[in-house]
């Protein structure tokens, strides 16, 4: 669990990252993207370590 938890972050904050660097966008959509992108990974960190039950 632990080693596809942080695989997933990997793979996300990849992702992210070239959302951010390649893709050309304007800044509040790439900021509102972030902020999106960073609310549903902590949800789901919660969630799957069993903190927060939603």
Do not use: H, Q, Y
């Amino acid at each position: 669990m632990l080693i596809s938890t942080i695989i997933t972050l990997i793979v996300v904050g990849v992702l992210l990252w070239l959302v951010n660097n390649k893709l050309p966008m304007d800044g509040t959509i790439k900021t509102i993207i972030n902020v999106v992108v960073i609310i549903a990974v902590v949800l789901w960190l919660l969630r799957s370590f069993g903190v927060v039950n939603l």
